[in-house]
């Protein structure tokens, strides 16, 4: 069990890592952050820039703490809160991702949600720094609910997406 949490948490983590420095820096044929501005303008996250550097800001700590099994559910729980504001965002593409729908997002929150609840496992920081503690049902419930009110709060400040993307 222990060495399928940590597979898992490299897989996701380095995985929302990816997506995090594709949007910040352009790396692995990411638009860098003025060209996620751009987009994230265009499914109605206005300014775009700012929404671009926070979600990829929060993919990178997300990401960084799921790496490592750091804080318990704490970095699940970011990765949960920006894929349910990703699956809105493209909602209306249908579910496939070979049309932009939201399957990837959902199965990205589904890990963290998993990851959440079933902890960081034996081999992490929160082992080794004796903060199991964290790691509970209750902690998980609580850091997915702080998780949806932010990516609720997310959907809410957003503008109807421009003409050209939806179907």
Known sequence: MDVALLLARLL???GLAGHSVQKLLGWFGGPGIAGAGAIFETLGFRPGRFFAL???LTELAGATLIVLGLFGPAGPALMVLIMLVACVAVWSNGYFANRNGWEPAALYAMGGVLLAFTGPGRYSLDQLLGLMRLSSEQTAWIALG???AAALLNIAVRRRP???NTR
């Open 12 to 14: 996701f983590g380095l």
């Open 54 to 56: 926070s979600a990829a």
């Open 146 to 148: 702080a998780a949806l």
């Open 162 to 164: 421009h003409a050209e």
